[in-house]
């Protein structure tokens, strides 16, 4: 299975700062469409996951351009040019190269 | 709107069978994808696996041999049953759809629904 690692765990930010979390995967997403695999989600407390990057650096429809997200084969960074209040949540990535799809463990954003 | 609506016993006693619906509603589901995936109270998320509109499956390796999903067409309505079940299965069950397009990325989710595995 492929092993996604985020970094950090746990990040205290403050509002209209920036902020970004890192995703390590053990094996290149890169698919021989030029695209890669990895998607990024947040979580909103007592919330189900929402989408807000596909492909490693597409936005998903409705997201604010303050969210963006790159990354090589196997290095990835979401990042947030201005933290609010609204951002609060878990932020997890999740490799869908291959089956079984994994997520990393989340990174909690707090202010 | 595509909205997606998990139903099921919150409780299952260990041994028995978890048995789960998702009701798509605002589109049909064929066409697509439609996974499902759990969160154990306080911990991250585990794909379980997805099953396509045509009935074909892939399941995560860790949960096959206990895992079924199925779809009913007319009711616009896929399905999960999990055997024999321990304490360890404890967790909020949502079921997502997948994007069109490249990727497996899921667009739409259920708002989840907490199964307790517990006598």
């Known amino acids: 299975d492929i092993v996604m690692t985020q970094s950090p765990l746990s990040l205290p930010v403050t509002p209209g700062e920036p902020a970004s979390i890192s995703c390590r995967s053990s094996?290149?997403?890169?698919?021989?469409?030029?695209?890669?695999?990895l998607d990024w989600y947040l979580q909103r407390p007592g919330q189900a996951p929402q989408l807000l990057i596909y492909l490693s650096y597409i936005r998903a429809s409705g997201v604010p351009d303050r969210f963006s997200g790159s990354g090589s084969g196997t290095d990835f960074t979401l990042k947030i040019s201005r933290v609010e209040a609204e951002d609060v949540g878990v932020y997890y990535c999740?490799?869908?190269?291959?089956?079984?799809?994994?997520f990393g463990q989340g990174t909690k954003l707090d202010i | 709107q595509v909205q997606l609506q998990e139903s099921g016993p919150g409780l299952v006693k260990p041994s028995e069978t978890l048995s789960l619906t998702c009701t798509v509603s605002?589109?049909?589901?064929?066409?697509?994808?439609w996974t499902w995936i759990r969160q154990p109270p306080g911990k991250g998320l585990e794909w379980i696996g997805y099953i396509h509109y045509s009935g074909s499956t892939n399941y995560n390796p860790s949960l096959k041999s206990r895992l079924t999903m199925s779809v009913d067409t007319s009711r616009n309505q896929v399905s999960l049953n999990l055997t024999s079940v321990t304490a360890a299965d404890t967790a909020v069950y949502y079921c997502?759809?997948?994007?069109?397009?490249?990727?497996?990325?899921?667009?739409?989710w259920g708002q989840g629904t907490l199964v307790t595995v517990s006598s």
């Open positions: 997502a759809r997948r994007k069109t397009g490249y990727g497996a990325t899921f667009d739409y």
């Open positions: 094996q290149n997403l890169l698919h021989t469409n030029a695209y890669k695999y």
């Open positions: 999740m490799q869908t190269l291959q089956t079984p799809y994994t």
């Open positions: 605002g589109d049909s589901i064929s066409g697509y994808y």
